[in-house]
């Protein structure tokens, strides 16, 4: 049983810096990050194959966002710079068996609780 657990969330400013954890217990394979904004559908934000080597992110987030993972700690990280108030949503990290990532959340089996991500301009 893989279990996710998201860290790092909080309140910013438009422009501040953000790095979200998502500690990963358990084998896994490709890691995703995905987030919800208030009235709007979940949606993909990054993801890093199981291997780490491929990487893929969103347009609305590209050159300001990164994703990266530390084996030694078995963390995937999501780096946020460059914040945005359109940034603000729910940010949920999803793993599945599969080492390729996905950018569809039905793709995903294990999911963690989210963190809260709240920037103001």
């Known amino acids: 049983q893989v279990q996710l657990v998201e860290s790092g969330g909080g309140s910013a400013q438009a422009g501040d810096s953000l790095k979200l954890s998502c500690a990963v217990s358990?084998?896994?394979?490709?890691t995703g990050w995905f987030r919800q904004a208030p009235g709007k559908e979940r949606e993909f934000v990054a993801g890093i194959s199981g291997s780490g080597l491929y990487r893929g992110m969103a347009d609305s987030v590209k050159g300001r966002f990164t994703i990266y993972r530390l084996e030694s700690k078995n963390t995937v990280y999501l780096q946020m710079n460059s914040l945005q108030p359109d940034d603000t949503a729910v940010y949920f990290c999803?793993?599945?068996?599969?080492?390729?990532?996905?950018?569809?959340?039905?793709?995903?089996?294990?999911w963690g609780q989210g963190t809260q991500v709240t920037v103001s301009s």
């Open positions: 358990g084998r896994t394979g490709a």
């Open positions: 999803a793993s599945r068996a599969d080492p390729s990532y996905s950018r569809l959340e039905s793709q995903y089996t294990s």
